[in-house]
């Protein structure tokens, strides 16, 4: 029981050590706060990729009850912590994004042109979405 204990605060410290790290390279005043555009940066630099909905949620949980324009280390700490030990925003997997890519280059290119990625990005009858099973 303490061995799985002791495991989970080194992981909890490591969250932390990579969080003050991440948040730190946009601190450029070094006074604990970052520009609040600058968080998707830096959570997508700790591996996670929420949806643009899901990053304004989580802006609104750490910012200021009167919004400042900055996001201060204290509170984005433990929101980001709790983010990281559930493992939520999780990037899709290379091998099902590789399947997908396969079903959109039907011709077997290896690659899309501008014309094809622009119709299956902004078509909305979602028949590429069906095509990829999604």
């Not at 490591?14 to 390279?25: D, L, Q, R, S, T």
């Not at 324009?69 to 984005?76: A, P, S």
Request: charged share 35%; aromatic share 8%.
């Amino acid at each position: 029981m303490a061995d799985e204990k002791d495991r989970e605060e080194i992981i909890v410290a490591e969250f932390h050590k990579k969080i003050k790290e991440a948040f730190e390279v946009f601190d450029h005043e070094s006074n604990n706060t970052v520009d609040v555009r600058e968080i998707g940066t830096i959570i997508r630099s700790l591996g996670c990729c929420p949806t643009e909905g899901e990053l304004h949620d989580l802006i609104a949980e750490v910012e200021e009850e009167e919004p400042t324009g900055y996001i201060r280390f204290e509170k984005f700490l433990p929101v980001m912590t709790e983010i990281l030990l559930e493992r939520r925003y999780r990037p899709i997997p290379e091998d099902v994004l590789l399947r997908a890519f396969e079903v959109l280059d039907s011709a077997k290119r290896g690659f899309l042109t501008k014309d094809e990625l622009i119709k299956y990005m902004t078509e909305e009858d979602g028949v590429s979405l069906c095509r990829l099973g999604w």
